[in-house]
T-cell receptor
Framework: AAGVIQSPRHLIKEKRETATLKCYPIPRHDTVYWYQQGPGQDPQFLISFYEKMQSDKGSIPDRFSAQQFSDYHSELNMSSLELGDSALYFC????????????????FGPGTRLTVL | AQRVTQPEKLLSVFKGAPVELKCNYSYSGSPELFWYVQYSRQRLQLLLRHISRESIKGFTADLNKGETSFHLKKPFAQEEDSAMYYC?????????????FGKGITLSVRP
C-alpha cells in the first residue's frame, strides 16, 4: 500500500538560505501534520492542514510557512535558515472525515533530514 | 498544557524477560493515548491506542486516569522488539488531533 512520501530525504543548506520540504499524503487522506525532531529530542508539532486549510499551529517559527495544495500534498517553506533548524522533519497524514474511532490514525513519512551548515 | 513524560531513556532486557515502558501524561480533558514504535531505519508507526484495547505483537497498555499513566507492557520480550518507543497523546478525534510526544525510550532486547 502507498505510504506517505517525503522529499527530499536529505537536504543540506547554508545559514540564511531557504528550503522547501514536500509531503505527499496517503491517497484520499485529507489531513497533513508537520513535526520537527531535533537531535535527541521528541517530535514537536509544527502545523497541520485539513482540507487545504490550516487547522492548527504549534511551535512554528515565523520564518517557516506551509500550505496544502489542491492535490492534498503539502510544502513546508523555511527561510533564513539557522543552525538550530537542523532536524528531522516528519510529515504525517490521516483521514479525518471518515469517522469512527480509528479514522484519525496518523501515518508518518520517513522524514526529511535537514542539515544547516 | 498537555505533556507526556517518559522517565527512562533506555531499557535493556534479556529475551524472555518482562518489559514495562512507563508513560505519564497531563491533559485537561479526555485525551487519546498512543504508543508509537520506530524500528531501525524504518518510519514511525502506530503500535497501539488506548481506545482500541488491543494487544499488538504481545504488547498491551492500559489507560489509568487516576494515575494519568499509560504504561506499555509485554510479558516476554523478543529480540525483534528492540526499537525506539514513543508515548503520545492527542485531543479527541478530529482535524486538530496533533500529537504530543514523550521523549521516547530505546528498548534493547538481548539474546
Amino acid at each position: 500500500a502507498a505510504g506517505v512520501i517525503q522529499s527530499p530525504r536529505h537536504l543540506i543548506k547554508e545559514k540564511r538560505e531557504t528550503a522547501t520540504l514536500k509531503c505527499y499524503p496517503i491517497p484520499r487522506h485529507d489531513t497533513v501534520y508537520w513535526y520537527q525532531q531535533g537531535p535527541g529530542q521528541d517530535p514537536q508539532f509544527l502545523i497541520s492542514f485539513y482540507e487545504k486549510m490550516q487547522s492548527d499551529k504549534g511551535s512554528i517559527p515565523d520564518r517557516f510557512s506551509a500550505q496544502q495544495f489542491s492535490d492534498y500534498h503539502s510544502e513546508l517553506n523555511m527561510s533564513s535558515l539557522e543552525l538550530g533548524d537542523s532536524a528531522l522533519y516528519f510529515c504525517a497524514s490521516s483521514l479525518v472525515s471518515g469517522g469512527g474511532a480509528s479514522s484519525d490514525e496518523q501515518f508518518f513519512g520517513p522524514g526529511t533530514r535537514l542539515t544547516v551548515l | 498544557a498537555q505533556r507526556v513524560t517518559q522517565p527512562e531513556k533506555l531499557l535493556s532486557v534479556f529475551k524472555g524477560a518482562p518489559v514495562e515502558l512507563k508513560c505519564n501524561y497531563s491533559y485537561s480533558g479526555s485525551p487519546e493515548l498512543f504508543w508509537y514504535v520506530q524500528y531501525s531505519r524504518q518510519r514511525l508507526q502506530l503500535l497501539l491506542r488506548h481506545i482500541s484495547r488491543e494487544s499488538i505483537k504481545g504488547f498491551t497498555a492500559d489507560l489509568n486516569k487516576g494515575e494519568t499513566s499509560f504504561h506499555l507492557k509485554k510479558p516476554f520480550a523478543q529480540e525483534e522488539d528492540s526499537a525506539m518507543y514513543y508515548c503520545a497523546l492527542s485531543g479527541p478525534p478530529g482535524a486538530n488531533s496533533k500529537l504530543t510526544f514523550g521523549k521516547g525510550i530505546t528498548l534493547s532486547v538481548r539474546p
